[in-house]
């Protein structure tokens, strides 16, 4: 009998801790929730306005998700290069954005357009004249869109491989199969396909040889597994 007793107040003490234990767990949850819920966001963002849906996220600063919010963000924001998402305990969130920078101008459909060098439309404002000129008449496009022209592909992948050689060239479509591009004094000529970055490799040994030779050539034909030049 004494052991059935003893059993029973045994399990009473386990109930009793087991709610006490809720009651602590439920306790520190509400002080989290009010302590640490967002009451600050800094925004730092570089010429665009930036805002952010607070119903979208998590408001609690423990258990927001900075991936999360950042892939959201960048999303919505294409014309951000990168974000970066920093908890400042208790209440502060602080989000820097990072702006893509123009790389070249594409000029179609009556239209001239900045681009980064993935592609992505920047905008419509001053083209600066030192940037490349990409002239393919694509259609309409808009800040934001991301384009996915082979020819604009192509030329914006040479242009940066080449590794400023060809900063103030003048692109557009000669034929069907190549792309020419125009510097003062030289023309360079290469495929609608193929590894972009092989070809501004071989375009760079072909200049550096005829430099140290003192002169550069007229013409660079790219398309083949063996470059012409004519000087």
Known sequence: MRVHKNSIVRRYKLIGIFCLSV????GLCS?????FR???IEIRAEGIDLAVDTSKFNDNLLLLSTQALRA???EEYPLFADISIRKKFPH???ITATRRNPFAVLFTAS???T????????GNEEAMSSLPKLFFDIG????GQKITDRDVLASLKLISASEGVLDHADFSVRDRLSIQAKLPNREILFPRDGDMSAKAATLQTILSGFRIKGTLPNIIDLRYDKPIVDE
């Open 115 to 122: 681009v980064d060098s993935s592609g992505i439309v920047l």
């Open 140 to 143: 309409i496009v808009y800040p």
């Open 92 to 94: 502060t969130l602080t």
């Open 38 to 40: 967002i009451q600050e």
């Open 72 to 74: 959201h963000l960048l």
């Open 23 to 26: 009651i602590a767990l439920y």
């Open 111 to 113: 239209q001239r357009m």
């Open 31 to 35: 002080i989290s929730v009010r302590v």
